[in-house]
C-alpha cells in the first residue's frame, strides 16, 4: 500500500478540535491519526484520499473560530504492518462486572477514551441485562472492536461486526484474540447486514453522513424492541438524525452528550 502522510496545524488548539478533525478526516479516507504539537498527523491510501473533501472540511469546519493548515507528502516507504506492532500498546479498561477489556488501537478512536466511545460504552453498561446478557448485538462500524469484545465480556450470546476498512478489521481481530475471544468480523459497508442475524442491540459509532445513509439498514436489522444506539457526530447533526430516526418508525429513548459529541438512542 502506498500512503500520504498530512501534517495539520490548528488555530487555536483544543483536544475538542482535533477530535472533530480526525473524525472528519476519517471520512475522506485518512486512517491513522497520531497527536501532534499544535495539530495531528494523518496517514492515508492515496487511491482513497480525497484533497477535495479536506479543502471542504476545512472551509465548514464546525468549530468557529477554529483555523485548519495542512501539507501534504508521500509517507516514507516502510512496513506499515509493522510500525503499527510496534507502536500501539494494549489500553486496559476496567468492567463493572470485574472484568478486562485491553484495546490496541490503529485509529485515535476506540480506545475508550474518546468522548463517543465513552458514551457507547456507558450506554451497553445500562443495557447490560436487558439487551446484551445472552443477547444477539451488532457493531456496525467496529473499528478497533471495543464496544463487540465489551458486549462478549459481559456475556452476549453473539456479536456480529463489520467495518469497511481493512485496518480496522485486522485491528478488531487481533483485539478480540488478544482478549480470548472469536469475533465474527466482516469487511464492508452496511450490505454486510443482510447477512448477519437480527439483533437485540446494534451500535453505531461512525459519523453523520454515514448514520443517514444507513439507518433504513439498521432498522431492518433490529429485532421488535430491539435498541439502536447512534453516536459520532455533533450538535448540528442531532436534529437530522431525529428526524431521520423518527421517520423510519424508531421509537425516541435518550439522548447523551460529551463535549461536543452526542449520542442518541431509540427503540424500534
Known sequence: MIYLELHFTITPYSEAAADVLAALLADAGCETFVPEDGGLAAYAQTNVFDRK???????????????????????????????WESSHEFLPIQLPNGDTVEIRPVQAFGTGEHPTTRMMLETIMELSDSHVKDKTIIDAGCGTGILGITCMKLGAAHVYAYDIDEWSVRNSEDNYAHNGLTGDIRH?????????????????????????????????????????????????????????????????????????????????
Open 53 to 83: 473533501a479536506v479543502d471542504a472540511m476545512i472551509q465548514e469546519f464546525p468549530l468557529e473560530g477554529t483555523a485548519i493548515a495542512y501539507t501534504v507528502q508521500p509517507a516514507p516507504n516502510q512496513n506499515w504492518n509493522a510500525l
Open 188 to 268: 464492508g459497508d452496511a450490505s454486510a447486514l443482510a447477512s448477519m442475524p437480527a439483533a437485540h442491540l446494534l451500535l453505531a459509532n461512525i459519523n453523520r453522513n454515514i448514520l443517514l445513509a444507513d439507518l433504513p439498514a439498521f432498522v431492518s436489522s433490529l429485532l421488535p424492541q430491539g435498541i439502536v444506539a447512534l453516536s459520532g457526530f455533533l450538535a448540528d447533526d442531532v436534529q437530522i438524525l431525529r428526524e431521520r430516526a423518527e421517520s423510519l418508525g424508531l421509537n425516541y429513548i435518550s439522548h447523551r452528550q460529551l463535549g461536543e459529541w452526542h449520542l442518541l438512542l431509540y427503540r424500534k
